[in-house]
C-alpha cells in the first residue's frame, strides 16, 4: 500500500513539475497581449482571506462592467478608457454591497456579469479594431 502511494504522489509530482515546465500552470506576474499597463488591482483586493474571495470576484465584476460601460459610452477603446483605475468599482463596492452576505454577493455578480455580457459585443469589437482585446 505505502508503495501505491509513493508511486501516485511521484506521478502526481511529475505530471505538475511537468506541466508547469510546458507553461500550463498560470503565474501571478502575468503579461498581457495589450495594455500592458494595466492599474493593478488595490493590494488589499489581493490579499482578502480565501473565505472572502467573493468579495473580490463581485469587484472584478464591477470593475469590468465599468469599463465597458466607459467603452460603450465614448466609442474609444483606448487602454484608459477599459481600464481605468479601481478608485470607482472599489467606492461603488463599499457603498452598494460591503454589507452582503455571500450568498447576496455572488448573486449581486451575477446580474454584474449579465450586465458585461449584454455590452461585451459591441465593445470587443470596438476593441479589435483598435488592437485592444
Not at 102 to 128: H, I, K, N, P, Y
Request: charged share 25%; with cysteine.
Amino acid at each position: 500500500m505505502k508503495i501505491c502511494n509513493l508511486l501516485l504522489l511521484a506521478a502526481i509530482s511529475f505530471s505538475s513539475a511537468t506541466a508547469f515546465a510546458q507553461g500550463l500552470v498560470p503565474a501571478m506576474d502575468s503579461e498581457y497581449e495589450f495594455c500592458q499597463k494595466r492599474p493593478p488591482e488595490p493590494e488589499w483586493v489581493q490579499n482578502l482571506h480565501v473565505r472572502e474571495s467573493y468579495k473580490r470576484l463581485l469587484i472584478q465584476s464591477i470593475y469590468r462592467l465599468e469599463g465597458y460601460q466607459r467603452v460603450a459610452a465614448s466609442g474609444d477603446c483606448r487602454c484608459e478608457t477599459l481600464f481605468p483605475p479601481w478608485s470607482s468599482a472599489v467606492q461603488h463596492y463599499n457603498d452598494n454591497f460591503l454589507h452582503l452576505e455571500q450568498f447576496e454577493a455572488m448573486q449581486t455578480r451575477r446580474d454584474f456579469q449579465d450586465q458585461g455580457s449584454a455590452l461585451r459585443r459591441s465593445v470587443q469589437e470596438l476593441c479589435e479594431a483598435e488592437g485592444n482585446w
